[in-house]
Nanobody, 123 residues
Framework: QVLLAESGGGLVQAGGSLRLSCAAA????????MGWYRQAPGKQREWVAS???????DYPDSLKGRFTISRDNADNTVYLQMNNLTPEDTAVYYC?????????????????WGQGTQVTVFS
C-alpha cells in the first residue's frame, strides 16, 4: 500500500470547477490503477474515475466529458479536474490506489485510500 493525501476540495458555486490533487508517498506507477471515488452522506461510495498504469482512463457514463483524471508520475500525483459542478456532486472525494499481485496461482488486489477531501457545491 501507499499513503495518499487528497487536497483541493472546498466550497464552489454550481457551474464552477475544482481540481483535486492526490499526493502519494510512493511511486504511483507501481499501482495497477489510480482512481477517484466519492461518497455523499447516506450514500454508498461511488466510482468517479480511474487511470491505469498505461494511461488508460475511464469514467462512469454520467461523468464522461465533465470529469477528467490525469497523473504526473514524476510528482507521484493524481488529479481530478471537475467542471460544471452541480449540488449533486457534493461529497467527500477519495483517492484510491489499486495493486494486484499474483503468486502461487492466487491473485490478490489491495487498495489504499486517502482520508478524503470535502467538495460542497451550492446553488
Amino acid at each position: 500500500q501507499v499513503l495518499l493525501a487528497e487536497s483541493g476540495g472546498g466550497l464552489v458555486q454550481a457551474g464552477g470547477s475544482l481540481r483535486l490533487s492526490c499526493a502519494a508517498a510512493g511511486n504511483i506507477i507501481a499501482a495497477n490503477s489510480m482512481g477517484w471515488y466519492r461518497q455523499a452522506p447516506g450514500k454508498q461510495r461511488e466510482w468517479v474515475a480511474s487511470i491505469t498504469r498505461g494511461g488508460t482512463t475511464d469514467y462512469p457514463d454520467s461523468l464522461k466529458g465533465r470529469f477528467t483524471i490525469s497523473r504526473d508520475n514524476a510528482d507521484n500525483t493524481v488529479y481530478l479536474q471537475m467542471n460544471n459542478l452541480t449540488p449533486e456532486d457534493t461529497a467527500v472525494y477519495y483517492c484510491n490506489a489499486a495493486f494486484s499481485t499474483y503468486s502461487g496461482g492466487i491473485i490478490r488486489r489491495d487498495d489504499s485510500w486517502g482520508q478524503g477531501t470535502q467538495v460542497t457545491v451550492f446553488s
